[in-house]
């Protein structure tokens, strides 16, 4: 019988064999004789035992996963001759590997024909999908050789062990005992970034200042909190004796719509958190829209439906969380005395939150000194609208026709609003 997809024939034990397994493995199995010419003459193994100690050894040292669970070695007999059939399954772990080379094309192999083909990036991403589902942290890292060295700093900070138990644990390590794509997000050699940009004004037209923040996570964390701080200035007022300090942007509110941006992105693609600073206000956005089945009214509630659960629960043993679905709640009591509330975008790839500046100077100051209840509990509305009306407000507030009258036009005057429209159209905005 000819080589085909499934069956190829190797005149003695080589290395190169290694391709033959991991491409049988990679696709849709088959037999590997050795023993036999390419011409399917059989001219037999010597010594078998020999040969087969050979490939065993090849097998748990040379191909990564393990894939020696799918592979079975016997000595068969063909013309009299002493033959080795290495029988190979479709293995569950795809893709397998040259344990040298990585996951990558030059070291991948799928059956072509007769043939052991590199495979492609796009057909290893598949295989890792099939095998792994469609989680991106718990899909194998295409890249295996990583360190941990800041990672380890940070545990370390926080007094928690992690070692190679804790890895696992953490589902750094999988069941097939390769990296998956978490150990990548918090490994030195981290592919995803954070960038920062500073404008002087309230466009993008001026640069002040930019940053990439690269390596682990848990470093770029750090250091992008650290860059911001410096921007994030402070103004004093006296008020009698006192000396009152007040940040542009509230630092809880920075930390928890940094570790939001973090925790919920989505990995697998690789645009990179996007944070702009404006005179006015500060942008944080990320990719990944909201997670399938949950709506932004859900999430202003409290909800939280995790989409990297494990780097979720590895923020929640390193005290970074303390619990989900509560940094947009603490993100608006920072917020609960100022008139201009933070502001939350969604699309279907992408999530956006404007933090404003409390110090804004364009800001009219008797907004956030004299804000009265009533007008308080107007601009809450707009956590959930884009705008309101005048019979919204009797609604929501349960008042008459006159004091809602009353209150939208002193609001205007303030600067609070922006009035749109006129008679049963009219309709008000947040400034």
């Not at 893709?95 to 094309?105: N, Q």
């Not at 192999?109 to 990036?121: D, F, K, L, M």
Request: net charge negative; hydrophobic share 35%.
């Amino acid at each position: 019988m000819p080589e085909n997809k499934n069956t190829e024939y190797k005149r003695e034990y080589i290395e190169d064999i290694r391709k033959t397994i991991i491409a049988f493995a990679n696709t849709d199995g088959g037999t590997l004789y050795i023993g036999v010419n390419d011409d399917g003459s059989v001219c037999g193994v010597a010594d078998t035992d020999d040969t087969m100690l050979g490939v065993t050894n090849m097998l748990r040292d040379a191909i990564k996963p393990d894939v020696s669970l799918f592979v079975d070695v016997d000595v068969r007999t063909m013309e009299e001759k002493s033959v080795i059939a290495v029988t190979v399954q479709r293995g569950t772990a795809r893709p397998y590997y040259i344990a040298g080379k990585g996951i990558r094309p030059e070291g991948v192999y799928i059956r072509q024909g007769a043939s052991n083909a590199p495979s492609t990036e796009t057909a290893i991403l598949a295989m890792i999908r099939e095998t792994a589902g469609d989680h991106y942290e718990d899909a194998r890292s295409l890249e295996q050789q990583l360190s941990f060295t800041q990672a380890e700093e940070y545990f370390r900070k926080k007094n928690i062990p992690f070692g190679e138990q804790q890895k696992r644990i953490l589902k750094l390590i999988g069941e097939d005992h390769t990296y998956t794509n978490l150990a990548l997000l918090l490994s030195d050699q981290c592919t995803h970034t954070i960038k920062l940009a500073v404008f002087d004004g309230t466009t993008k037209s001026d640069f002040e200042d930019r940053k990439e923040f690269t390596g682990a996570l848990l470093k770029q964390l750090e250091d992008a909190f650290a860059y911001i701080d410096q921007f994030n200035h402070t103004h004093s007022e006296i008020r009698g004796l006192d000396r009152i300090d007040n940040r542009d942007y509230p630092p809880e509110a920075i930390r928890e719509a940094l570790l939001n941006a973090v925790v919920h992105r989505e990995y697998a693609f690789f645009s990179g958190t996007m944070i702009s600073i404006f005179s006015d206000r500060m942008e944080l956005i990320t990719t990944g829209g909201l997670v399938r089945g949950i709506t932004k009214d859900d999430i202003l509630l409290g909800v939280s439906v995790l989409r990297n659960r494990n780097l979720a629960d590895v923020f929640y043993r390193l005290h970074l969380i303390e619990a989900y679905g509560i940094g947009l709640t603490k993100i608006k009591e920072c917020y609960s005395d100022f008139p201009v509330q933070p502001k939350i975008e969604v699309t279907d790839n992408a999530f956006k939150i404007t933090l404003p500046n409390k110090n804004n100077s364009a800001l009219p100051e008797i907004a956030y000194k004299n804000l009265t209840k009533r007008e308080a509990e107007v601009i809450k509305l707009f956590d959930t609208q884009e705008m309101i009306t005048r019979s919204i407000i009797q609604e929501k507030l349960g008042c008459s026709q006159t004091t809602a009258i009353n209150t939208l036009r002193d609001m205007v005057k303030k600067g609070l609003l922006l009035k749109s429209g006129g008679g049963m159209n009219t309709v008000y905005y947040k400034k």
